[in-house]
Nanobody, 123 residues
Framework: QVQLVESGGGLVQAGGSLRLSCAASGLTFSSYAMGWFRRAPGKEREFVATINWRGGSTYYADFVKGRFTISRDNAKNTVYLQMNSLKPEDTAVYYC????????????????WGRGTQVTVSS
């Protein structure tokens, strides 16, 4: 049974940083691209960042470029999202997701999802 478990969310002031983690089990992690998505209150889920199966290629939403960094450790079956210079508009539930091999910003193409972790940025 595939499980993706996010952690690291919380409350932070604007300008602060958080690092989210997503621990995967039940799948061959190194064969999967990983993505981070978020859903803010009253809004649809949106793409944040993605990384391919080997970790050599990444892709970001424009609104996080230069502030967020996605990375992975295949030895630990974990993907990370380092979030710096956080803004109140980054407040959302953040989800990690897995799809085979190649990264994508299309949430419909992802096979597995975690339950999410709340990030709240105060002004």
């Amino acid at each position: 049974q595939v499980q993706l478990v996010e952690s690291g969310g919380g409350l932070v002031q604007a300008g602060g940083s958080l690092r989210l983690s997503c621990a995967a089990s039940g799948l061959t992690f190194s064969s999967y691209a990983m993505g981070w998505f978020r859903r803010a209150p009253g809004k649809e889920r949106e793409f944040v960042a993605t990384i391919n199966w080997r970790g050599g290629s990444t892709y970001y939403a424009d609104f996080v470029k230069g502030r967020f960094t996605i990375s992975r450790d295949n030895a630990k079956n974990t993907v990370y999202l380092q979030m710096n210079s956080l803004k109140p508009e980054d407040t959302a539930v953040y989800y990690c997701a897995a799809r085979t091999r190649y990264y994508s910003n299309n949430d419909a193409s992802y096979n597995y999802w975690g339950r999410g972790t709340q990030v709240t940025v105060s002004s």
